[in-house]
């Protein structure tokens, strides 16, 4: 069993900032990437950023300069620091991680529950 755990959303001002968090546990044999989707009411889930065990990342045009992820390869962690928070970056935000479970077993995605992100005055 794998489980992904996000923490770190909530209600933040325009311009504001926050830290979300995802701890991957369970049977984990090897983690190819980890990263941070996107979902807006009414709107179709979207790549906000991603990061590989080799240290490559890629963002989400709307968020480059902004958003920055990180991972903890030991602890099997990846943050999304978020800055110069906008309205249109509301969404519940879920943590990615493309992994293989076992050592005879494939890749495969597995999502976190999600954590609601809000940018309002």
């Known amino acids: 069993q794998v489980q992904l755990v996000e923490s770190g959303g909530g209600l933040v001002q325009p311009g504001g900032s926050l830290r979300l968090s995802c701890v991957a546990s369970g049977s984990i044999f090897s983690i190819n990437a980890m990263g941070w989707y996107r979902q807006a009411p009414g709107k179709q889930r979207e790549l906000v950023a991603r990061r590989t065990s080799g240290g490559s990342t890629n963002y989400a045009d709307s968020v480059k300069g902004r958003f920055t992820i990180s991972r903890d390869n030991a602890k099997n962690t990846v943050y999304l620091q978020m800055n110069s928070l906008k309205p249109e970056d509301t969404a519940v935000y879920y943590c990615?991680?493309?992994?293989?479970?076992?050592?005879?077993?494939?890749?495969?995605?597995?999502w976190g529950q999600g954590t609601q992100v809000t940018v309002s005055s």
């Open positions: 990615n991680a493309a992994l293989v479970p076992g050592p005879l077993q494939v890749l495969r995605d597995y």
